[in-house]
């Protein structure tokens, strides 16, 4: 086993055969929990969460998920519950494992039945000077053996290689669905009932009533079903970061 404050790499071997480490992350426990837990709490108690809150969790999260995007990682299992709160009220990522999703929180093209590829754009008739295009077409060679583990097939690490663009939109959307669930406070029960894969179409409710209208404007944006109209990381933490400032400002 290796045990490192570091990178991995970057370390010595310890104990174990040559170049076997396992991998893994140790957190100090949090005794706020998760995100999910924060929601479900506040919804026992009949409270609100408050929308500077809100703010500031959604530009740290844009933040730490541009940060990983710019370094070719990902993170593959994004949701409240994969969210800790310390105790400056600071978001925490964890649970990076990287082998499987929530289907509530997957985004649709990446259930592993979708392959994709960059174009250029004059092939999909896009006007000239845009970015090329992601084009994703189904997926027709087998699929591994369901196993309880979904997606069935995971095209992370394959994007991760070959179309980081359409590594980091997938991503964009379970953040666009973690957003809708902490701007609704929604509890989780929704998770173990949405059944696989088929996009939803996510409502707002009045559960988010107070929360402002651009705020869900970009948090839908980020559920599009078209990864290409997808904001990116950067993006968001650029709309977040003002957003929470000027909240800010205004509740002083
Ligand atoms: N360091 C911590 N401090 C406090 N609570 C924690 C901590 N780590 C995990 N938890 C709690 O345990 C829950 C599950 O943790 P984790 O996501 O690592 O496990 P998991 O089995 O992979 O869950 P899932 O498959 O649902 O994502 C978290 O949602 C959180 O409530
Ligand atoms: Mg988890």
Redesign the pocket.
Known sequence: MLVTTGSPQSASHGDGEEGRVICGAL????????L??VINQSNESRTRLSLVAKAKWAFQISSAMAIVHSSGQCHM?L?P??M?LNNDDDVVV??W?QC?A?PFFLAPEGNGLWDVEIVANSETGEVQGAEPTMAYRKFTGPLPDGCGTWPRRNIFPLWQRECPRALEAAEVYSVGRSLWAIFEQSDDVWVYESGHSEAKAVLWTHGSDSVPEAWKDFASRCMGLDPNKRPTFEQGERFWWQEWKQFEGNTK
């Open positions: 957190y100090p426990f949090f005794d706020r929990q998760s999910q837990e299992d949701k519950s994969n800790l964890i649970d494992e499987g929530s």
